[in-house]
């Protein structure tokens, strides 16, 4: 039986970025890690051990689910693993995305942020803060 995540708990950074990876298409492994590599500039690196690890998380969490690979799917050195993100995840993303987005507003409140301009929205810059977190493992969640 998978467990039922209150959606209104946090998630761990690296949970957010593997969920906001996969919110728009279904990814390998690689393509996670490089996805969230690009997205944070460089701040958070998911090594292979930790994202497998953590996806299997996830997937016991009701958040994804391991699909098979598209039939134009390259096949490298093995099987590459694809994910998907479920109903519960995208929910649990969501959450986490206005959650931060709060923390945000708050910041802008309090002047510590300019003003929310037009030019701010996608396609400006990609990481509003940086991300100081160790992904290599040890810490919750990891």
């Not at 009701?62 to 994910?83: C, D, Q, S």
């Not at 986490?96 to 400006?124: I, S, T």
Request: charged share 25%; with cysteine.
């Amino acid at each position: 039986m998978t467990p039922v995540r209150d959606v209104d708990v946090a998630l761990p950074p690296h949970w957010f970025q593997i969920l906001l990876a996969l919110a728009d298409r279904d990814l390998h492994g690689l393509g996670i890690m490089n996805e969230v590599l690009e997205r944070t500039s460089g701040r958070m690196r998911l090594w292979p051990a930790m994202l497998y690890r953590n996806l299997g998380r996830l997937a016991d969490e009701g958040l994804v689910t391991e699909i098979r690979a598209p039939r134009n799917a390259e096949a490298g050195g093995g099987r590459p693993r694809y994910y998907r993100i479920t109903a519960l995840g995208r929910r649990a993303c969501g959450a986490e995305a206005r959650r931060l987005a709060g923390f945000v507003a708050a910041a802008r409140q309090k002047k510590l942020l300019p003003p929310h301009r037009a030019q701010d929205a996608p396609g400006g810059p990609r990481l509003l803060h940086p991300v100081a977190h160790n992904t290599r493992g040890g810490g919750p969640g990891c």
